[in-house]
């Protein structure tokens, strides 16, 4: 199957289906999700004179097939910034056709631009099919926990 499909930054009119992807991301990482407030919030993050988070979202026909969001970061052992992939998702259907390429490449590129030198993003141990194509993408991984303190 072939999807003509565009990589572009997310515009205020997607914060809705935006969400909507957050939530099919959520589910398919088996996490809790909450809609509630989201989309306001996101929109004030991204589209904000200064926003601490980019999006890039991927769109066919109108509807968004899936997203990528991302923010500079500073490595403190590395002495330099880099990008941080927070989320990444393609809804299934989308997944296997190149596109998830495409759109690493792009963050990239952004990266580039806003001169970093690395990009960092973490997956869940069972998601083999993720772990399987950022290792074909040439990326490599460390062995670490992430913990959560709320307040």
């Not at 989320?87 to 390429?101: S, T």
């Not at 290792?135 to 303190?149: D, Q």
């Amino acid at each position: 199957m072939r999807i003509q499909s565009t990589i572009r930054f997310a515009l205020p009119k997607d914060i809705d289906q935006i969400v909507e992807l957050c939530k099919r991301h959520a589910d398919y990482e088996r996490a809790e999700y909450d809609r509630k407030g989201k989309s306001k919030k996101l929109a004030t993050a991204l589209f904000s004179d200064s926003p601490p988070l980019y999006c890039l979202v991927v769109e066919s026909d109108g509807q968004l097939l899936g997203y990528a969001t991302y923010m500079v970061q500073y490595a403190t052992w590395d002495a330099e910034n880099y990008i941080y992939l927070d989320c990444i998702y393609l809804k299934e259907y989308a997944r296997g056709l190149g596109i998830g390429k495409k759109l690493i490449n792009r963050i990239k590129a952004e990266g580039k631009a806003l001169k970093c030198g690395l990009m960092q993003w973490q997956t869940p141990d069972f998601n083999t099919r993720a772990i399987t194509f950022y290792k074909r993408l040439g990326a490599t991984s460390k062995t670490k926990e992430r913990f959560f303190l709320s307040w």
